[in-house]
């Protein structure tokens, strides 16, 4: 975790029951290490703005680690998609711990499986770029979802499972922060309504550029959980 020297102090929060945000989880060093690693990724991963089956095109570029994604399914068929390295389901187990810590209920795994996340979906946000509230209900386990927010601040909008309207909870979620979304809350609608440009610290320019946009990295178990696992 980072204090700031003169900056305000967030508290971890909930943005329903079983989802958590906790604020400035990752320190500066492991964000950098992971804006490399996304970095990198792309460079093979040939992130794009996914056509949806309703025509709409996303504004956001999306490229998936461990298993492809695209809407509205999760296959192994693409060469291109690299592995989850061990470090980030590690990275995912230890972020459960914290959302645990704050709400248990949001670390809820079926059959008492440890937590290996087989898919992550990797988001850049360009300028403008924005998300529609949506439930992420392409995964086969109820396992919760671990997101990592990298660069730029954005508005989070958190809503109930039960349908896109009100009531949701808006958070400013900024670089290093986590959101763990599980057990009942595990298929809320949520979205990025905001990004808010060029607030992303000044060192992510050294990584990403001069414009770094906002980086978000979701971690999720797609398959079935074993029997009697
Ligand atoms: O960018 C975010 O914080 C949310 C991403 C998201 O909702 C998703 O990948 O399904």
């Not at 700031?4 to 943005?15: D, K």
């Not at 945000?21 to 794009?48: F, I």
């Not at 440009?197 to 414009?211: I, K, Y």
Request: with cysteine.
């Amino acid at each position: 975790m980072t204090e700031p020297l003169f900056g305000v102090h967030r508290e971890p929060s909930l943005l329903g029951p079983g989802a958590v945000h906790v604020p400035d989880w990752m320190s500066r060093e492991q964000q950098e290490y992971l804006l490399r690693a996304c970095a990198d990724w792309a460079a093979v991963a040939a992130p794009r703005s996914i056509v949806l089956p309703g025509g709409g095109r996303m504004s956001v570029r999306t490229f998936s680690l461990g298993r492809h994604w695209s809407p509205y399914r999760y296959d192994d068929d693409d060469a291109a998609t690299p592995p989850i390295p061990d470090w980030l389901v590690r990275a995912a187990r230890t972020a459960l711990t914290s959302a645990a810590a704050v709400d248990p209920r949001s670390a809820v795994l079926d059959g008492g499986d440890p937590c290996t996340p087989d898919a992550a979906l990797v988001n850049l946000y360009g300028r403008g770029a924005t998300m529609g509230l949506h439930q992420d209900r392409d995964e086969a386990s109820p396992a919760p979802v671990v997101s990592f927010s990298l660069g730029d601040a954005c508005t989070f909008r958190f809503g109930t499972p039960e349908h896109r309207g009100r009531p949701y909870t808006d958070v400013r979620l900024e670089s290093g922060d986590l959101v763990v979304f599980g057990g009942p809350s595990r298929m809320a609608f949520h979205g990025v309504p905001k990004v808010f440009d060029s607030t992303a610290p000044s060192w992510c320019r050294e990584v990403l550029g001069a414009e770094p946009g906002r980086v978000n990295i979701t971690l999720r178990m797609t398959r079935p959980p074993t029997l009697g696992g």
